[in-house]
């Protein structure tokens, strides 16, 4: 049933006409059922990988576009951190940092608002 399990239907069938090739193959088994587990799982893990890669935008994409709906009034680093996907994975340290990457590119500039608030906007 092993063979079955691990996506193995051909060797799963001679394993069930032969009696697991005498109890041999059995044997055997036990010491490649982690290998069996490992190659039967991997596209599995993979496309989560992918699946979350793709839903989540790198922290300097997110910024760029916060920065862009924001328009001219701006954000600040509290707007940022409450408008960051997925909520509660970046740390205050690393938006700052990332924004501090971003002014020194000239992909943000930062500026006072009215309120004399410290603000992040596109150029």
């Known amino acids: 049933m092993q063979r079955f399990y691990n996506r193995r239907p051909v060797s799963g069938i001679l394993y069930l006409l032969t009696f697991g090739i005498c109890g041999l193959g059995?044997?055997?088994?036990?010491?490649?059922?982690?290998?069996?587990?490992?190659?039967?799982?991997?596209?599995?893990?993979?496309?989560?990988?992918?699946?979350?890669?793709?839903?989540?935008?790198?922290?300097?994409?997110?910024?760029?576009?916060?920065?862009?709906?924001?328009?001219?009034?701006g954000f600040s680093i509290n707007d940022a951190v409450l408008a960051l996907e997925p909520s509660g994975v970046f740390d205050v340290a690393a938006v700052r940092a990332e924004i501090e990457r971003l002014l020194h590119a000239d992909l943000l500039d930062i500026t006072n608002n009215q309120q004399g608030r410290v603000v992040y906007r596109e150029p």
Do not use: T
């Open 26 to 73: 059995q044997l055997i088994d036990l010491f490649l059922i982690p290998g069996f587990v490992e190659s039967s799982n991997y596209p599995l893990l993979l496309e989560e990988a992918i699946a979350a890669k793709q839903l989540q935008d790198p922290l300097d994409r997110q910024l760029l576009l916060l920065a862009r709906r924001s328009g001219l009034g």
